[in-house]
């Protein structure tokens, strides 16, 4: 390390953390997320939890499906050049899961992705997963089961995350005793969806349901309304895309999904006042909640790491256990282990809320916990 940044930090110089945004917004919802992982950070510092500071280095790409997996890629590379100790990132698992043998076999730093698929699990690859192609179905289905629904329509995206998603959800919804009565292939683009909203509607469901990253979203509103229908609708954790903006939040009017960020936990809403306090702002989605977990288990495992190398990182992760959680419903933890590389412990760390018809807001609609058993097929058991 130069003598210069020595000078600049004292007598140690900063740890290292990377940050691999393979979708950013350019706006408030980024700007959240670097802002609670400084002040985790920051904090993690001043309360004698780790001995020196820590320098986020940030890299910003444009990642599949907009972009490129080569992006993803490189800038990995960069941050591993850059002697990242972790990364939290890459997050969408079109680009998660072809890296994770990139970053299993370079062997110097985890990473902590949201990816919601199991294929991007790995011995250097751990999920504070934002969703799960495998658990969202189930609990979806359970959500649905609340509202008394029972025939159902799928819209997929044409995407590894889309088809994945219809795998899982036709299992799952037959388990929960649901019937699937149609399922129709949309892009993972914007585009007209006025030929899929016909064939949906074709096959009178009680209940539409949209799998896929997000961008699918875009017009399926639109359609609806241009057909004159409107179903009871659901969605994956695309429904926190609703966050990133007042168009998106437009798009998803009167949709219901899954989410992590749950007003009842106080964990969370002690962090929010804590940010607050510190920038004047309350935002009100998940990724502050997101990022504080994160964060929370770097600099855990960074205090843990023995020797200080992102393999020592990397075991440090694995000791961190039963932590409260920022994200999902009150009782959430956050907890890893050797060959637990899925950190959220508890049915309810993703819940479902609704964006109002308006598009103003959103609001809490239903917890899944409640009739999780009758949607893996045990409730009469």
Sequence with gaps: MADDEVRAYGSVVPLKVGLLNDYPTKGDTDNDTVAALKLVMADALASGLIDRPIELVQ???????????????????????????????????????????????????????????????????????????AEEPVMLAAVMIGDGRSRIAIAYESSL????????????????????????????????????????RAAEPDALVHVGFGHGLWGFTDALL????????????????????????????????????????????????????????????????????????IARALSMARPLTGEGVKNGIEQVKLVPSASGAPGTFLRFGRCIRQGWLGSDYLIARRVVPDGSTHVFHAAPSKNIARAVGEGSR
């Excluded at 006025?194 to 064939?199: G, H, I, P």
Aim: proline letters at 5%; hydrophobic letters at 40%; a negative charge.
């Design 226 to 297: 241009a057909a004159g229908w409107d179903p009871p609708r659901y969605t994956t954790t695309a429904f926190e895309m609703a966050h990133i903006n007042a168009e998106w939040m437009r798009h998803l009017a009167g949709w219901i999904g899954l989410d992590s960020y749950d007003e009842r936990n106080a964990v969370g809403q002690r962090f929010l006042d804590r940010f607050e306090s510190e920038y004047g702002r309350r935002p009100g989605h998940s990724m502050p909640g997101l990022a504080r977990d994160a964060a929370t288990v």
């Design 59 to 133: 890299r910003n790409v444009v990642g599949l499906p907009n972009g490129t997996y080569k992006a993803v890629e490189r800038a990995f590379d960069e941050l591993i050049e850059e002697g990242c100790l972790a990364i939290f990132g890459p997050w969408v698992s079109d680009n998660v899961v072809p890296l994770r043998p990139h970053v299993d076999a370079t062997a110097q730093a985890p990473i902590i992705t949201l990816s919601g698929s199991e294929g991007a699990l790995g011995e250097w690859c751990f999920a504070l997963n934002n969703g799960s192609m």
């Design 161 to 200: 995350i889309g088809k994945e998603y219809l795998s899982f959800a036709e299992k799952a919804y037959s388990a929960a005793g649901l019937t699937v009565v149609s399922t129709v292939a949309i892009p993972q683009v914007e585009a007209d969806k006025a030929r899929a909203v016909e064939l949906l």
